[in-house]
Nanobody
Framework: QVQLVESGGGSVQAGGSLRLSCAAS????????MGWFRQAPGKQREGVVA???????TYYADSVKGRFTISQDNANTVYLQMNSLKPDDTGMYYC????????????????????WGQGTQVTVSS
């Protein structure tokens, strides 16, 4: 049974940092495209970053380039390091896994992902 469990969310002031974790079970994260999405109140879910270790590709939303970094370890956990946080980064952050390869023109489409975590809340105050 595939399961994704996020953790690490919290409340920080603008300019601060958080590190989100996504612990996967039931499969290897290296066999899937792993993505992080976020959803702010009243807004659509948006792709933040994706990593496809099968082909060594990483994709970032323009809004987080240079501030966020995705990584994964041998313990089947995916991380999202978030630095220089802004109030616009506030939202519920979700980890997701896709069996399909991620491409530059589709990685951010949530319907391509097969499995989702329950989310972890990130709140950035000004």
């Amino acid at each position: 049974q595939v399961q994704l469990v996020e953790s690490g969310g919290g409340s920080v002031q603008a300019g601060g940092s958080l590190r989100l974790s996504c612990a996967a079970s039931g499969y290897s994260v290296r066999d899937y495209c792993m993505g992080w999405f976020r959803q702010a109140p009243g807004k659509q879910r948006e792709g933040v970053v994706a990593l496809d270790d099968r082909v060594g590709d990483t994709y970032y939303a323009d809004s987080v380039k240079g501030r966020f970094t995705i990584s994964q370890d041998n313990a089947n956990t995916v991380y999202l390091q978030m630095n220089s946080l802004k109030p616009d980064d506030t939202g519920m952050y979700y980890c997701a896994a896709s069996r399909w390869r991620c491409y530059s023109d589709s990685w951010y489409q949530s319907h391509d992902y097969n499995y989702w975590g329950q989310g972890t809340q990130v709140t950035v105050s000004s």
